[in-house]
């Protein structure tokens, strides 16, 4: 719960004054509004999100496997580029406001004004640091900056709740700015609902929320397959973390509203963005709220590991097994290492402005939970629970509006995110076709019959035919034969295997093999299900290099048309210039030519 608290909690650094900021003496109403989407759209959202994917894959494999093939790859793609704006924001946008927070104390040294972007830097290549001795390290970390954290914020809130109660005219005063800007209730709600989305960064860390339930024990019955106990922990920890963190918004911005005047929290006022720790240098001395803002420059530098484990489990996860990265993308030190590097550019690119950060964060943080409103709406439709469809859909659409309304009233956000998506799929692409000549197969397993074929002879050569699964008639293997023989010098009396690969989904780049041996027509027949014709084939001649000891020979029909549009189509749907690629694919497989398997075409 600490590892995503340092992404969520560490919010009452700036929310309160952002609340305060947006709303004015509405900032209570309008924060209450945001602990009802909290508690009664979020919450309940990703605890579905948490039952559908208990191994941390999170709201964006549910949407891969409600959307299939190429559809669903994009799709996923755009919502990478969406969570990568989220999480890499967080770590900037954090490391930056701990470096405001920090030239902000009054017992900052001088020489550090202006020095935003080093103190940034600093901050992240520390983060960094972290994670490359090791994960555990990194949640040791979390606990304690958490749980000192919310206690110094405990503190704040009941001293300046007791200023509040021995002096009476504050509550009155509110009261009448309140009733005064705002007399008709209903135009107070309406306001206070058309300011929500300025506040939507109340709601970052349900994600990560998911992302670590690996990390989760469970039970002792939990299987693979039924991790019921730490599915249940997964609630438990979302329930705990959104419960506190309601708590807290709902007292801070009473506070927050009551005690500080409206001018502090203009840009450059005290206030601005630190408003519990105006409170704490005010009403506890300067001892304590330096004390304060340690532990909030603590939690906010390392907010950003939230984001980090988040994005080393999602980028892991998909690109390499889409293909569009490359497989070093697997490991956690190198990609560390990618990560912060591309943090440390755009926090020169903002100049460590945690401001003009503030609407791609909340673009990302909204596009997250708009995704996972919609795939549980789904997922409780097509399982035809009536009420929950009718529940997640308002959520849904609540979600929505306020996307909507974030990415118009802050449509750098948008632009923002734009980039990383246009930069996850066009890169995603290139790695996807440098890595088209890869062999591409996990795992090869032939079934008793395929077996049987395979290991029928000795000595020799072991003769393949490929052959089209469509066209399964005696006539066409026949006429199969008959063309090997004649174009190919095929000996008539050999008794060859046709191989015939039916691709399924095309989109998958890494794919398990499961090779079945049966006999149509008088004809063994090796079929096999994957993404891809050429490289499929491949594989197989390689597997059975090795288990039998003999050299297979492969035997191929010149594909029709232009080769250049054929190399096109087999990238995008694994079929296409088979030939030449298969024997590309063996040739970067196989350096040894006395090893590699024979290619013929005719």
């Known amino acids: 719960m600490c590892l995503t608290g340092v992404d969520y909690f560490s919010t009452l650094g700036y929310q309160p004054a952002i609340a305060a900021a947006a709303a004015g003496v509405l900032s209570p109403l309008a924060?209450?509004?945001?602990?009802?989407?909290?508690?009664?759209?979020?919450?309940?959202?990703?605890?579905?999100?948490?039952?559908?994917?208990?191994?941390?894959?999170?709201?964006?494999?549910?949407?891969?496997?409600?959307?299939?093939?190429?559809?669903?790859?994009?799709?996923?793609?755009?919502?990478?580029?969406?969570?990568?704006?989220?999480?890499?924001?967080?770590?900037?946008?954090?490391?930056?406001?701990?470096?405001?927070?920090?030239?902000?104390?009054?017992?900052?040294?001088?020489?550090?004004?202006?020095?935003?972007?080093?103190?940034?830097?600093?901050?992240?290549?520390?983060?960094?640091?972290?994670?490359?001795?090791?994960?555990?390290?990194?949640?040791?970390?979390?606990?304690?900056?958490?749980?000192?954290?919310?206690?110094?914020?405990?503190?704040?809130?009941?001293?300046?709740?007791?200023?509040?109660?021995?002096?009476?005219?504050?509550?009155?005063?509110?009261?009448?700015?309140?009733?005064?800007?705002?007399?008709?209730?209903?135009?107070?709600?309406?306001?206070?609902?058309?300011?929500?989305?300025?506040?939507?960064?109340?709601?970052?860390?349900?994600?990560?929320?998911?992302?670590?339930?690996?990390?989760?024990?469970?039970?002792?019955?939990?299987?693979?397959?039924?991790?019921?106990?730490?599915?249940?922990?997964?609630?438990?920890?979302?329930?705990?973390?959104?419960?506190?963190?309601?708590?807290?918004?709902?007292?801070?911005?009473?506070?927050?509203?009551?005690?500080?005047?409206?001018?502090?929290?203009?840009?450059?006022?005290p206030a601005n963005g630190r408003a519990l720790a105006y409170l704490a240098h005010r009403y506890l001395g300067d001892g304590f709220g330096t004390a304060y803002d340690l532990s909030t420059i603590g939690i906010l530098w390392f907010a950003g590991a939230s984001a980090m484990t988040g994005l080393l489990n999602l980028v892991p996860r998909y690109l390499p097994r889409y293909g569009m990265a490359p497989a070093w993308a697997k490991a956690v030190r190198p990609l560390v290492l990618v990560i912060t590097l591309i943090a440390v550019v755009v926090t020169v690119f903002f100049k460590a402005d945690v401001e003009a950060q503030g609407g791609a964060y909340a673009t990302g943080v909204l596009a997250l939970i708009t995704s996972a409103s919609v795939a549980v709406t789904l997922s409780a439709h097509r399982r035809n629970q009536r009420g929950l469809t009718i529940g997640f859909g308002t959520a849904t659409v609540v979600f929505v509006l306020t996307t909507a309304v974030n990415m118009i009233e802050r449509p750098d956000g948008l632009r923002i995110a734009a980039c990383f998506i246009l930069g996850i799929i066009v890169i995603s692409f290139i790695s996807r076709s440098r890595r088209a000549f890869e062999l591409r197969a996990t795992s090869i397993r032939l079934d008793e019959a395929a077996l049987s074929f395979v290991s029928s002879q000795d000595d020799g050569d072991i003769l393949l035919i490929a052959h089209e699964p469509k066209r399964l008639s005696s006539a066409a293997y026949r006429h199969k034969l008959q063309h090997a023989c004649a174009v190919s010098h095929f000996p008539a009396t050999a008794r060859p295997l046709f191989i015939e690969v039916t691709v399924d989904d095309s989109s998958d780049f890494e794919t398990e093999l499961r090779v079945r041996g049966v006999v149509r027509h008088g004809y063994r027949v090796l079929e096999v299900h994957s993404s891809n014709v050429p490289n499929t084939i491949a594989a197989v001649m390689l597997h059975i290099r090795d288990i039998t000891g003999l050299m297979p020979h492969v035997y191929f029909r010149w594909t029709e048309g232009d080769p250049v549009a054929n190399l096109f189509k087999f990238l995008f749907t694994g079929e296409g210039e088979i030939a030449p690629v298969t024997r590309e694919v063996l040739r970067a497989a196989e350096p040894d030519v006395t090893r590699r398997p024979w290619v013929h075409v005719g």
């Not at 709902?250 to 006022?269: D, K």
């Open 31 to 269: 924060t209450l509004i945001l602990v009802a989407v909290t508690l009664f759209g979020a919450l309940p959202v990703y605890k579905r999100v948490a039952s559908e994917s208990p191994r941390g894959e999170g709201s964006i494999a549910m949407l891969e496997k409600l959307l299939p093939k190429w559809r669903g790859k994009v799709f996923v793609l755009v919502l990478l580029g969406f969570a990568a704006t989220s999480f890499l924001i967080t770590m900037t946008l954090s490391a930056a406001d701990a470096s405001a927070h920090l030239i902000e104390n009054p017992f900052a040294p001088a020489w550090l004004q202006g020095q935003e972007i080093l103190l940034t830097v600093v901050f992240l290549g520390l983060l960094s640091g972290v994670f490359l001795r090791g994960f555990r390290e990194a949640i040791g970390i979390a606990v304690g900056l958490v749980a000192i954290f919310l206690l110094l914020n405990l503190c704040v809130i009941l001293v300046s709740a007791v200023q509040i109660v021995g002096n009476g005219g504050l509550v009155h005063g509110w009261w009448t700015a309140l009733t005064t800007q705002h007399g008709n209730p209903l135009v107070m709600l309406g306001l206070a609902v058309l300011v929500f989305p300025r506040l939507a960064l109340g709601l970052s860390g349900f994600e990560t929320g998911v992302v670590v339930m690996p990390q989760i024990e469970g039970k002792p019955g939990d299987t693979e397959q039924d991790p019921a106990g730490r599915i249940v922990g997964a609630h438990r920890l979302l329930t705990t973390a959104a419960l506190i963190m309601s708590g807290f918004l709902v007292t801070s911005s009473i506070v927050t509203t009551l005690l500080i005047p409206a001018a502090a929290f203009e840009e450059g006022g």
